[in-house]
């Protein structure tokens, strides 16, 4: 009777652990599977594609009549069974520490090369200058006086510099405003070891409002913002913020820090969205110590009313869906 009560327990823990077992070791070959599809080396994707078999492996090893019965049978299972899911936590740590590391220390945008004597008559009237953000370091730009002492902040995009507003800053400057461009936290010539998603951005503009009230060629009444990207969900939540800008000009901006990085790491590492994404924004939130849930533009954007804002957006962008901007329009208040 002993030994049928043994069997029978012995018979109910298979059957527990194939119901549980199977659709973990399914979902981790899964995993490893498009994971192995998205690796840029043949060894990689070899060493993840062998643990796609895990869950005939575990079936072979837990199924009544085909359990190995030899020790060494059962050890080999047990050790390739337990190797795929390390190999699974360490593709998490890897996907989560490359995305993070791509996200908080991007690679030079196209601009970001271009150089303020491509515009002779930028340079001539360019101001160096650089200002502080309280607990945050200084921030170096240049301002490009104007016929008017009405002023536009110009924020440059995500891994960029100062450099990329230079276009906008001339087509500003001949319509007889004066600019101010400078680079981002963590970005260019400015202080900061990492670009935060617009979190310590937003008092990057803040405190650029402030310096401009300070100078006696600037019209404190009248200081607009025009950002692009990034700098264009800055430019919304610093208004939000701040009566003192009184327009704003946002070029493709993005609802959520949390949607503009899940949009963005397909693009940039191949992966889908799920459940690569918020591995990475975990591990950003970890590194930086703030949440991207509380960069979010969209809960900002009716706050700038009744003051304009204008929303630009290409149908064709693909870094930042315009999807954006159409939610952030219908978020907004009068005028826009």
């Not at 891994?159 to 906008?168: A, H, K, N, S, V």
């Not at 803040?206 to 700098?231: H, P, Q």
Request: net charge negative; with cysteine; aromatic share 8%.
């Amino acid at each position: 009777m002993k030994s049928i009560s043994l069997r029978s327990n012995w018979s109910l823990l298979r059957l527990v652990s194939l119901i549980l077992g199977l659709p973990l070791f399914s979902l981790q070959a899964v995993f490893l599977g498009v994971s192995a599809t998205a690796a840029g080396s043949i060894p990689a994707l070899a060493v993840l594609w062998l643990f796609t078999l895990a869950p005939v492996v575990f079936v072979w090893r837990w199924w009544p009549k085909a359990m190995p019965t030899s020790p060494w049978q059962r050890k080999l299972a047990n050790w390739y069974l337990s190797s795929g899911v390390i190999a699974s936590v360490l593709v998490i740590a890897a996907v989560g520490w490359i995305g993070s590391e791509r996200g908080i220390h991007p690679i030079l945008c196209n601009t970001g090369n271009e150089s303020i004597s491509d515009y002779p008559t930028l340079e001539q009237a360019a101001e160096l200058l650089s200002f502080p953000v309280p607990e945050l370091g200084q921030r170096v730009g240049w301002f490009v006086p104007g016929r008017s002492q009405s002023t536009i902040i110009l924020l440059h995009g995500f891994g960029c510099r100062r450099q990329e507003m230079l276009d906008r800053a001339l087509a500003l400057n001949q319509a007889g405003y004066s600019t101010l461009l400078f680079d981002l936290h963590g970005q260019g010539d400015s202080d900061g070891d990492a670009v935060t998603l617009g979190f310590y951005e937003r008092q990057d503009a803040l405190a650029a409002v402030e310096y401009l009230k300070t100078r006696d060629d600037v019209d404190g009444s009248n200081i607009g913002v025009l950002g692009i990207s990034m700098g264009a969900s800055v430019a919304i939540m610093a208004a939000a913020m701040n009566p003192d800008i009184k327009a704003v000009i946002a070029d493709s901006p993005f609802e959520s820090a949390t949607r503009g990085i899940e949009e963005g790491f397909t693009r940039v590492t191949g992966l889908p969205r799920f459940p690569f994404g918020p591995i990475t924004l975990t591990f950003i939130e970890w590194r930086l110590g703030i949440s991207p849930e509380d960069i979010a533009p969209i809960e900002k954007v009716a706050a700038i009313s009744p003051r304009p804002l204008l929303l630009i957006h290409g149908t064709g962008d693909t870094d930042v869906s315009p999807a954006n901007s159409e939610v952030l329009f219908a978020a907004a208040g009068e005028p826009k």
